[in-house]
C-alpha cells in the first residue's frame, strides 16, 4: 500500500496522512519534534507501505511586514526540522509554494488571518467531508497532501 504525507511546516500546523486513497486521511496536529521522529520513523517501518512520499509546503524567505521575526524563525526552524526529518528517513520529499496549492481554491484573495485561515479550513471541509476532526492547525496539510496528490 502506498502512504503520502501532506505537512504544514508552521508551529501551529500539522499533517495529513493519505493511505492508499485521496479520500481516506488522518490528521495529526504538531505537537512535539520527538512524536513526529517517532511517527515518521513508524510509517517508515511498516512492511505494509510499499511506498512513502511527502509534501511539504515550501516556506518563503519573507512571510510579511505584520509578522514578527520570532514567528519567522519558529516556522523557518520547525521546516528545518521536519525537512531534515524526512531526509534522515529517506523519504522522498515534494516542496510546494503556498501560492502553488492554494492556486485553484476560491474566495482567499484579500483574506488575511483568521479570516483566510477559516476559509482554508471551509475548503478542506468541503474536499473532505467524512473527516472528522478538521482543524485550524490541519485543514492546510490536508490541502496540500490533496494538491500534490491531484497534481503529481
Known amino acids: 500500500m502506498k502512504l503520502t504525507i501532506g505537512i504544514d511546516p508552521g508551529k501551529s500546523g500539522g499533517y495529513a496522512i493519505a493511505c492508499g486513497s485521496i479520500n481516506d486521511i488522518e490528521l495529526f496536529p504538531w505537537e512535539d519534534e ?36 520570532s514567528s519567522s ?27 502553488e496549492w492554494q492556486k485553484s481554491l476560491g474566495g482567499l484573495k484579500g483574506l488575511t488571518s483568521p479570516k483566510r485561515k477559516k476559509a482554508l479550513r471551509d475548503h478542506a471541509n468541503r474536499f473532505f467531508p467524512s473527516v472528522k476532526g478538521m482543524t485550524l492547525k490541519t485543514c492546510d496539510a490536508a490541502l496540500i497532501l490533496r494538491h500534490f496528490l491531484i497534481n503529481k
Do not use: C, W
Open 73 to 99: 524563525f519558529k516556522l523557518g526552524y520547525n521546516y528545518g526540522f521536519i525537512n531534515g526529518t524526512i531526509r534522515t528517513l529517506e523519504i522522498p520529499l515534494t516542496l510546494i509554494r503556498p501560492q
Open 34 to 69: 520527538s512524536s513526529f521522529i517517532a511517527h515518521m520513523a513508524e510509517i517508515k517501518a511498516n512492511p505494509d507501505f510499499l511506498s512513502v512520499e511527502a509534501a511539504v509546503e515550501l516556506v518563503p524567505p519573507f512571510v510579511g511586514k505584520m509578522i514578527p521575526s
